[in-house]
């Protein structure tokens, strides 16, 4: 059937209608495109489509960067531009927050960088010989010698992994590296049996020769890990030095944390702070208050945080948000906030309405979840003064925000 693509929608396909007013979602294509395309997928209120070819392309629409598109499932933007991209995400955050009835403020900010080569941080999946991202749409693999989004470090170390009997060590292996792209980890993640010591060793010292910015490989099994050389490596972001660790979290674009870091920080000075989810405390060390409670549950960021704070007045909590909000009855000044993809929910916006703080930053990753958040957080008395838009993933559907809200 021939379609009119209307308008992208969050998860990376492009929305059309049949004549019978059915909702059909189109991959691969841009608003204004007109498609051939076939149901692939009947659901009961929409169905999903299967490009077959291009009649009108858009102007927007460029050849895609990396020849694993559209087979792989990690990028479902490679077909636009990036400044196009951009304002996809844009329109999409946008429609997010007035169907949820938010009022936006003027006009939402946004931040950009380069395209290419930005993530510090990939995981793959490991085959007999060779690693593999999964197909999109699918649990089958995808075998692949490199991926354009990576740092040059990265796709150095997926080249030398490729040579190396890595099955008989893991399932799954991802690879981080620091912004100077001079110190790299590596985590393993093995299947039901785990490979002995020795085994571990043999592959740090080949991968070492192959990629001598190699300084540490960890293997995982539950909550425990071995390692091989250093456990962490060190982070540079705006003349700021932080410990990161394997099994730590940071953020992935290494262009944007440079930017990122003041965007979040803005205007923003006091005496008490508290930085909810923290990790590895990019944000928390950087806070310009006389007081920081930053506040971490998972082992490994809460270790780094502890040695990223150490030195200062600054507290770290060991638990979780909600556990933590539910013991407090003091009023920070700002709480700043950067939730995982579920976002804060109903409990936590319920106890941020309690403690009342004078000014929320909510750092979020899912736009869904945020307009959740918002509409409880300004029903319970706040009001958004400001969004941004930072595209810290360039090629995929995936958006990072930063929200103001005051106490009104």
Not at 189 to 216: C, H, N, T, Y
Not at 392 to 405: G, K, N, R, Y
Request: net charge neutral; glycine share 8%; charged share 20%.
């Amino acid at each position: 059937m021939k379609l009119r693509i209307e308008k992208a929608i969050y998860g990376g396909d492009g929305l059309a209608r049949i004549p019978q007013g059915k909702t059909v979602f189109v991959p691969a294509t841009l608003p204004g495109e007109l498609v051939e395309a076939h149901i692939a997928e009947e659901r009961r209120g929409f169905a999903n489509g299967q490009l077959d070819a291009i009649l009108e392309p858009s102007p927007e629409r460029v050849v895609p960067g990396c020849e694993y598109v559209p087979g792989c499932g990690g990028c479902q933007y490679q077909h636009a531009n990036a400044a196009f991209q951009l304002q996809m995400k844009l329109d999409i955050l946008k429609e997010t927050l007035v169907r949820a009835h938010l009022p936006l403020p003027g006009e939402i900010g946004s931040l950009a960088g380069p395209p290419w080569g930005y993530r510090n941080r990939i995981r793959l999946h490991v085959m007999k010989r060779g690693l593999a991202y999964r197909q999109r749409g699918s649990h089958n693999l995808l075998p692949v010698t490199h991926c354009p989004i990576a740092a040059p470090l990265l796709e150095q170390a997926i080249a030398a992994v490729t040579h190396l009997d890595l099955g008989s060590l893991c399932d799954e292996v991802e690879f981080f590296t620091n912004a100077d792209q001079d110190q790299l980890l590596v985590s393993l993640w093995p299947g039901r049996q785990g490979p002995s010591d020795r085994a571990l060793e043999d592959f740090a010292e080949r991968l070492k020769g192959d990629v001598p910015a190699l300084i540490g490989v960890g293997l995982f099994s539950g909550q425990s890990m071995k390692h091989w050389g250093l456990r962490s490596l060190t982070y540079s972001v705006s003349g700021r030095s932080y410990r990161v660790s394997l099994g730590s979290f940071f953020q992935v674009n290494r262009f944007l944390l440079p930017e990122l870091l003041p965007l979040v920080l803005q205007n923003s000075s006091g005496r008490l702070a508290w930085d909810l989810y923290s990790g590895a405390g990019l944000f928390a060390r950087a806070l310009d208050f006389e007081n920081v409670t930053a506040v971490e549950s998972a082992g490994f960021s809460a270790d780094d945080l502890k040695h990223n704070l150490a030195g200062t007045q600054h507290r770290v909590v060991r638990s979780s948000t909600l556990d933590f909000l539910r013991s407090q009855t003091a009023k920070p000044e700002l709480i700043l906030v950067d939730p995982p993809r579920a976002g804060l929910g109903k409990e936590i916006c319920g106890h941020l309405a309690r403690i009342a703080a004078p000014a929320i930053t909510y750092v979020s990753c899912d736009p869904a979840t945020l307009a959740r958040d918002l509409q409880s957080l300004l029903q319970s008395g706040y009001s958004v003064q400001a969004i941004h838009l930072v595209d810290l993933f360039p090629q995929t559907f995936h958006m990072e925000t930063v929200t103001f809200l005051k106490r009104n």
